[in-house]
T-cell receptor, first 112, second 114 residues
Framework: AQSVSQHNHHVILSEAASLELGCNYSYGGTVNLFWYVQYPGQHLQLLLK??????LVKGIKGFEAEFIKSKFSFNLRKPSVQWSDTAEYFCAVGTNAGKSTFGDGTTLTVKP | KAGVTQTPRYLIKTRGQQVTLSCSPI?????VSWYQQTPGQGLQFLFE???????NKGNFPGRFSGRQFSNSRSEMNVSTLELGDSALYLC?????????????FGPGTRLTVT
């Protein structure tokens, strides 16, 4: 069975600071990797995804993530956060068999 | 295109009762997955339906069940409610089964069990 670990439960940053949220997974086979974001009062929505190819993927709103297969990691990054990035971020791992496993989430608070 | 809709949005029940939650996927989507979201536990996978058949199931007791209709709409039922069932229940739809397809989430149903 696959599992996902997000290292930080709550991150507080000032605007313009750089962001990196850690995500590690365990699964022996081929995986699809995702980051989802849930802004206050809004639906969970896809931020970016990795299926294959270039391990550095770019998503919406300036976010990117790098898949490092040897480390079973898929960390999310943004060079300069904004107050509007305040949200909860979820890393997820999916298999082609269908089941998706989510991490516990990281709450990001950006101070103006 | 209309998004995923879930009804009702809020629900208050007492212990021992049962509840049915409904999910209407995006038009054309055939896969529906259900998740339970609680603070500190993230999203826990309940089950996935595709073409009216349950394809995957998470580690939840048999009190949690679901079904999918021919129009892809799905319902989730929880019987003999317990206080610990209080959570946000999310429904997600996708074009096909498997995580190769992007999931689109609904707003959720907030269930409170007293």
């Amino acid at each position: 069975a696959q599992s996902v670990s997000q290292h930080n439960h709550h991150v507080i940053l000032s605007e313009a600071a750089s962001l990196e949220l850690g995500c590690n997974y365990s699964y022996g086979g081929t995986v699809n990797l995702f980051w989802y974001v849930q802004y206050p009062g809004q639906h969970l929505q896809l931020l970016l995804k990795y299926f294959s190819g270039d391990p550095l993927v770019k998503g919406i709103k300036g976010f990117e993530a790098e898949f490092i297969k040897s480390k079973f990691s898929f960390n999310l990054r943004k060079p300069s956060v904004q107050w509007s990035d305040t949200a909860e971020y979820f890393c997820a791992v999916g298999t082609n068999a269908g089941k998706s496993t989510f991490g516990d989430g990281t709450t990001l608070t950006v101070k103006p | 295109k209309a998004g995923v809709t879930q009804t009702p949005r809020y629900l208050i029940k007492t212990r021992g009762q049962q509840v049915t939650l409904s999910c209407s996927p995006i038009s054309g989507h055939r896969s529906v997955s259900w998740y339970q979201q609680t603070p500190g536990q993230g999203l826990q996978f309940l089950f996935e339906y595709f073409s009216e058949t349950q394809r995957n199931k998470g580690n939840f007791p048999g009190r949690f069940s679901g079904r999918q209709f021919s129009n892809s709409r799905s319902e989730m039922n929880v019987s003999t409610l317990e206080l610990g069932d209080s959570a946000l229940y999310l429904c997600a739809s996708s074009l096909g089964r498997g995580s190769s397809y992007e999931q689109y989430f609904g707003p959720g149903t907030r269930l409170t069990v007293t």
